[in-house]
């Protein structure tokens, strides 16, 4: 078993390390939350002051952070992680953030002597919870070899994509789906309702028919339809509305670079925007269905 720095106990973060410490694995970790620190204690990790601290000793670093911004702060910043990191340590970074920040950050690793792999995740909070995530990988092969065994700890699948940033363009590509997925998924089942169906009846009809989706299946955006949907708790937890327009925006930015029309995924950032400035924006990215409802 590996010894562990996890820095960023949030939404998914916290799940993630749970599912490391139940399979034997040592953890030390960090996070701006005394609670998340409080709650991974509780599950056998040990608290550390700092993440300079986090990282004494650990043959493997995760980080799994909000954005590119504090990506870069915490590897390549005035305080940043990289000379702290003990030689021939992994670094493994699953939060989802701009390729090419996540190019930069490797490449630093890389002059440093140390294997760095982007790895964002796809599953939400439950795939976190339940340890099905997918992960998304962009590194060297080697580094990869040696993260398996950590990543089947906390996921399912494992898609190795590419050079470093290959795991980031991916996510981006996947999200840029969802967003839009969901954002049709909820104005579809908000019509059936005007129209006065049973949510209920139409989201179980929709899910083995040709509108079948993660939306209508597992996330689904009507309240009460799915116990265990944001939706049926308020829209809290879950994936952040907030989140997902940064991620429509990263997707935008990079459709921007590569010279490729994303319409959709355009339209889609412009109607969480909107969502954010209703003030939905630490809700579930399901919630972009009070757009259309409001009954919802």
């Not at 399979?23 to 709650?39: C, E, K, P, W, Y």
Request: proline share 4%.
């Amino acid at each position: 078993m590996s010894r562990i720095a996890f820095i960023g106990l949030g939404n998914m973060g916290a799940p993630m390390a749970a599912n490391l410490l139940q399979h034997g694995h040592t953890l030390q970790v960090f996070d701006l939350s005394t609670d998340a620190i409080a709650t991974a204690v509780a599950a056998g990790a040990t608290a550390t002051g700092s993440a300079a601290a986090a990282v004494v000793g650990a043959e493997i670093v995760i980080s799994m952070l909000p954005a590119s911004r504090h990506v870069e702060q915490l590897y390549l910043g005035e305080e940043g992680l990289l000379p702290r990191i003990a030689d021939g340590a992994l670094v493994i970074d699953c939060s989802t953030i701009a390729p090419d920040s996540a190019r930069r950050v490797a490449a630093a690793a890389d002059a440093r002597g140390l294997a760095m792999i982007d790895a964002p995740v796809s599953g939400g909070t439950a795939g976190a919870a339940a340890g099905t995530l997918t992960f998304i990988v962009g590194g060297a092969d080697d580094a990869l070899e040696r993260a398996r065994p950590v990543l089947a700890a906390m996921g399912r699948n494992i898609f190795h994509m590419g050079q470093a940033g290959a795991g980031q363009v991916a996510k981006l590509c996947n999200n840029m789906a969802l967003g839009v997925i969901m954002a049709a998924t909820a104005e579809a089942i908000a019509l059936g309702v005007a129209q006065g169906l049973d949510a209920g009846a139409l989201s179980r009809m929709m899910a083995v028919s040709t509108g079948r989706s993660w939306a209508t299946e597992v996330c689904n955006p009507w309240p009460g339809v799915l116990e265990n949907a944001p939706a049926a708790r308020g829209y809290q937890g879950g994936f952040g509305n907030d989140l997902m327009l940064k991620d429509l925006g990263l997707a935008a930015e990079a459709a921007v670079a590569a010279g490729t029309p994303v319409p959709l995924g355009e339209l889609a950032r412009n109607l969480y925007a909107m969502n954010s400035q209703l003030g939905n924006g630490g809700l579930d990215f399901s919630s972009v269905v009070k757009l259309v409802s409001k009954h919802a």
